[in-house]
């Protein structure tokens, strides 16, 4: 029963892998990790669509016939001229996508391909509240997992914190409101890489949007050691935060692009501290003798303060419980 209960229709958004954890794409055995994943989340929702660019599907030929027919529906997008070595989708073309295909009363959702979600009727509760001017933020809450990516929701979190604070896993608003934070969405983000889920709410505060926190244990994250590289990272978090600083003062408003501008520049100028310090310089000295260059240290500081800013906007809402 697609979310029966909510009066507007919900388009949950991801990008399904061909594989996750070791398991090939299977949404015939309810059994694996990502059938178990994207049946979590059909109470909430009345479709699924999975984005991907022509380059990936021309890839996988197969890849969005078995989606289909795992009832996922499929959103093909072609890549802009600076991604098109990028398999994964640019985050700013798949939402231009994601809103033109969308009905007018349409809300959004986004969150990752491995995600599962613990409490369908608190979503459907805290989505069928959501006005205009919100949007829903979630971090996600760390689980022990099996090796095939199985979890118990009643386990203890895992010793990494029952929250993890490295960035956002889901996020909700409607189609209009989405609409209005295109134009302050970095064109360098790619949807499941780095900083997307940093700068992307950034963009929707910037419009005015009201953040909205549904919980943590909302959803839940199987614990895995892959991270990407630190200079993934770097690389990544360094054209985003250029770019959004130039799309905020040429086509955002000023009282935000100058709030966002003091909040970056105490981060960027606090002391990180003896330990930190030492830290960074044995990554600056890896990254010179592996790639040759220096890093951009001041993003962990950004990272830090987006998070900030976030939480304390959040702190100010009410939650939905």
């Known amino acids: 029963m697609p979310a029966a209960g909510l009066s507007r229709p919900l388009i949950l958004a991801t990008s399904v892998p061909p594989g996750l954890r070791g398991q090939a794409l299977n949404l015939d055995d309810p059994a694996s990790l990502q059938a178990r ?28 016939q078995r989606l289909q027919q795992g009832g996922v529906e499929v959103l093909a997008i072609t890549q802009p001229a600076s991604s098109e070595t990028e398999h994964l989708p640019n985050l700013h073309t798949a939402l231009c996508a994601l809103v033109a295909a969308a009905p007018a009363n349409a809300q959004i959702a986004l969150t990752n391909a491995d995600i599962l979600l ?32 199985s979890v118990d929701a009643s386990a203890p979190p895992t010793r990494q914190g029952s929250t993890d604070r490295f960035g956002f896993d889901f996020f909700a608003c409607r189609a209009e409101r989405l609409r209005q934070a295109l134009p302050l969405i970095p064109p360098s983000l790619v949807f499941g890489r780095p900083w997307w889920d940093l700068f992307f709410p950034l963009a929707l505060l910037a419009t005015g949007a009201q953040p909205i926190n549904p919980g943590s244990a909302l959803i839940l994250h199987p614990h895995h050691e892959e991270r990407w590289s630190a200079q993934d990272w770097y ?82 809402s009410i939650p939905y419980r």
């Open 37 to 64: 994943v994207l049946a979590s989340w059909r109470p909430c929702c009345r479709s699924l669509l999975s984005i991907h660019t022509q380059q990936e599907l021309r890839r996988l030929p197969h890849h969005a």
């Open 118 to 149: 613990a409490d369908q009727a608190g979503l459907i509760a805290a989505l069928e509240r959501l006005c205009g001017d919100q949007f829903l933020i979630a971090r996600r809450t760390n689980v022990a997992a099996d090796r095939d990516g």
């Open 235 to 316: 690389r990544h978090g360094h054209k985003a935060d250029r770019a959004f600083l130039q799309l905020l003062h040429r086509q955002g408003p000023r009282p935000f692009a100058q709030h966002w501008a003091r909040q970056r520049r105490r981060a960027i100028l606090r002391w990180p501290g003896l330990k930190e310090l030492r830290h960074r310089l044995r990554e600056q000295r890896r990254s010179l003798l592996s790639a040759g260059r220096l890093l951009p240290l001041h993003l962990s500081e950004l990272s830090d303060a987006i998070n900030n800013l976030l939480d304390g906007e959040l702190a100010q």
